[in-house]
Structure formats: C-alpha cells, structure tokens
C-alpha cells in the first residue's frame, strides 16, 4: 500500500490512533518494547493533513511524520517508566528492569530509524553523571553514527551531528549541576 494514497494515511492515521493509546496503558514493558519497534519501521511515513478531522490531530504540521505525531505518546512512556535520576534506582527491583527496557527500546528505536531526534527522549539521562548504561549508550551512538556516515552526504551528515551537538550542549535545556555531565566534564 502506498503510504501517500488516500487509504494509505487512513491506514496511518488508524495506526497512530491505536499506538498512541496503546502506549498509554500500562501494557508489560517488553510488549511495548516491540511497539516502539513497530515505530521505528514506519517513523519515517509522511502523515496528510487532509484526513479530515477525525485524523487531523495527528497532522498539524507541514510535512509531519508517524515519528513527529507519536512524540507525545513516547513523551508519556518516558514519564511513566524515568525516574529523575536513573542511578537512584535500586539494581534488579522491578522499576529498575522496566526503565532499563525502555531506554533499550528507546535505543533500537534510534538505531533502527538512523534518527538523532530519538536521543531528545533521553537528553534527561543522557546527561547524568555515572550512568548505569554508559557503555549501551556509547555503542548505540556509534552504530547510529556510522550508519548515519555511510548514508548521508558529508554536509548533511555535519549539520545533523552539529545540530544534534549544539542542542545537547544547550545549558537552557536542564539547570541540574550535580546531574548534568556537560558541568561535570567543565
């Protein structure tokens, strides 16, 4: 099917309708895992602002995608399953293990949509001194950024990664000076 035809954004649109609500029940976290893949292989979908008003809430903005519709249902997963700090969290209790699944998924997600934009979800813990996942992290970026390389001209790929830098080392972004590496490595 055709993802710009007529039926093809009513299917899309029907897709974002039960994901996001799907989303916000409190499914298992390995469940959800496998919707965030789900997202990740139809991010990229372009989402019409012509449905009419039972899709027009998804489409507000010109050239949306299933990504940018779906960022206030991945916005409710990370409240309900991040704490404010991730190394606060005891090792091994049930929070721990949930939050560790989601940000794994978050990181697929990542991978598998070559998106930068899918790390804003994680600035908050990104950003965390001693992290427990700094390793996963590490690895995620560099599978991401190798992909990006081979994929992208060099000037596009620049003003992404630059983009992506310039909006991480936005101080504006979290005031947190015991939490927030940039002030730790400063």
């Given amino acids: 099917m055709d993802s710009t035809?007529?039926?093809g954004q009513k299917f899309i649109a029907y897709l974002i309708k039960r994901i996001s609500a799907f989303l916000k029940e409190k499914?298992?976290?390995y469940v959800k895992k496998e919707v965030f893949n789900l997202i990740s292989l139809?991010?990229?979908f372009p989402v019409s602002s012509g449905m009419g008003q039972e899709y027009s809430k998804f489409s507000k903005l010109k050239n949306?995608?299933?990504f940018d519709s779906l960022e206030p249902s991945l916005n409710y997963v990370k409240k309900m399953h991040f704490p404010m700090?991730?190394?606060e969290l005891k090792p091994q209790s049930n929070e721990a293990q949930n939050f560790l699944v989601i940000v794994e998924a978050f990181l697929n997600m990542a991978i598998i949509t070559k998106n930068l934009r899918v790390f804003r979800h994680l600035y908050q813990i990104i950003r965390e001194h001693e992290t427990t996942f700094e390793q996963t992290l590490k690895d995620s970026i560099k599978i991401i950024v190798s992909q990006?390389?081979?994929?992208?001209p060099k000037e596009e790929f620049v003003s992404r990664v630059s983009k992506f830098i310039v909006e991480f080392k936005n101080k504006n972004l979290d005031q947190s000076i015991c939490d927030n590496i940039?002030?730790?490595i400063a």
């Fill in 182 to 184: 940039r002030w730790a």
């Fill in 5 to 7: 035809s007529t039926d």
């Fill in 64 to 66: 949306q995608t299933v």
């Fill in 42 to 44: 139809i991010a990229d």
């Fill in 148 to 152: 990006q390389i081979n994929i992208l």
């Fill in 85 to 87: 700090k991730s190394r």
């Fill in 27 to 29: 499914f298992s976290v």
